[in-house]
Structures are given as C-alpha cells and as structure tokens.
C-alpha cells in the first residue's frame, strides 16, 4: 500500500502552484518584474531629489547656504513695503469771466472720472475713429492713471447752476514698478494753443514720477512730436526703435 502523505496547503506565483512550506523560497527566488524594478527605482530617485530639494530650501529659508563643509550667509529677500498710493489731485488750471459775466475755471484731475459717453463726444472733437463704448471703459478701468481736465462755468445770473464739460484727457498704463506709456492725451481744439495740454501732460508726469514711475513712454503722430520733444520726450533713445505688430488683413 503506497504511503498516504497529507496534502500541503499550496498558492500560485505566475499561475504555478507552489506549497506553501516552499512559498518563502520561492518568492525569495523568484525575481521581481522588471516593470516592478523601474518604478521602485524611480520612486528611490524622486524621493532622493525631494530629500534634496527641501534640504536646499529649508538652508535658503534659514539664511545659510552650506557649501564644501564653508557657511555662507545668504540674505533673505526685504518684505516688500507697502507703498502708499498718491491721493487723487484737484487744481483749478485757470479762472476767467466769459463775456456773458459768468465765470469758467479749468479744473485737473487725477481721480479718474470720465463719463465714456462725453469721452466719445471729445473723441469726436478732435477727430479720432470711434470705437466701441465698452472697450473704452475697460481701458479707463484697466489703467493706471487716468487725468482730465473740464471746464465749470458758473452762471453769474442763477447762483449754484454751473455746467460741466470734459475738455481734455490723458491715461497711463504701467507695470507699478518701473514703467509708464501715456495714451489718449487730447484737448477740446475750442481749446488748444492755451497752454492746457501742456499743463496736462506736465501734471501726468509729476504724479507719475511721484509713484517712482521713471521709464515714462508714449506714442506720436509726427505732428505733435515737437510738442512732446519740448516736454522732454526723446524719440528713439541711444537707437532703441519701437517694435509694432499688428493683424494684416
């Protein structure tokens, strides 16, 4: 009679059924998939990499910098300085008596407060293509400083009655650090050759010089050039060229 031997518990590896007296020897003999190899190695470089990075970061952090067993200091960045914007500006330019009596001054201002639709009037004025009312009000809204200049005239009959006009205009845009562009700089032509544009321009540079604007740029038709060149503007500075593109149709 052939010997009865107790069946032993078995498992698989790969589909091959193994006991489980021989599972440990086998999965110690079994070799590992190489897909299994790549990704645990992977996992031991990036783990590496993170060790290093954060040991890289947390000396920046500290203010140390540890090179070839040597201590470095190494500043930290200054907190950025919160800078205190410049309040809005009110000037009266100029004040006359119209040949009517009443009274008319010339009000700067560099709060910013434009009606589109009697900037459209102006835009009119001076002859520029209209363009659409809502981009126009987005380029007020999205730029630095925006001045104008309106003429109130008092009547001298109806005391309190006054009429307000926007006569004038100039915006900026800028990066709040270092640079500035002027755009859109017009006046009524009812009011040109006053010396108002220049006043204008000369009150948009102060402030912006007073926000520690410096680099200030614009654009010119070559018949207004002079104008800017006696304003202090240079064209073209040390043969730098400014470069345009634009859709061609």
């Not at 193994?18 to 783990?47: D, H």
């Not at 700067?108 to 126009?136: E, H, M, N, T």
């Not at 925006?146 to 004038?168: F, N, Y």
């Amino acid at each position: 009679m052939a010997p009865a031997f107790a069946a032993a518990p078995s498992s698989s590896v790969c589909g091959v059924r193994i006991p489980t007296a021989c599972r440990s020897e086998a999965q110690s003999t079994v070799p590992m998939p190489r897909f299994l190899r790549n990704r645990v190695a992977a996992k031991t470089r990036s783990s590496a990499a993170w060790s290093l990075k954060a040991g890289l970061w947390d000396s920046l952090r500290s203010g140390f910098l540890k090179n070839n067993n040597s201590t470095e200091t190494v500043e930290p960045p200054p907190a950025p300085l919160e800078v205190e914007e410049p309040l809005p500006e009110e000037l009266v330019l100029l004040e006359r008596t119209l040949p009517d009596g009443s009274t008319e001054q010339i009000l700067f201002s560099s709060a910013g407060d434009v009606d589109v639709y009697d900037l459209q009037a102006l835009c009119d004025k001076v002859g520029w293509p209209r363009r659409p009312l809502s981009k126009i009000a987005a380029s007020l809204r999205n730029s630095y400083l925006v001045a104008t200049l309106h003429s109130i005239v008092k009547s001298s009959e109806t005391e309190g009655e006054e009429k307000k006009q926007l006569i004038g205009m100039a915006r900026a845009t800028s990066d709040h650090a270092f640079n500035a562009t002027i755009w859109d700089v017009l006046v009524d032509p009812s009011y040109q050759g006053q010396g108002l544009g220049k006043a204008l321009m000369e009150k948009v540079i102060r402030a912006l010089l007073q926000r520690d604007i410096n680099n200030i740029t614009l654009f010119a038709d070559n018949k207004v050039v002079d104008f800017y060149k006696n304003l202090g503007f240079e064209a073209d500075p040390q043969g730098i060229k400014g470069m345009f593109w634009y859709p061609r149709f």
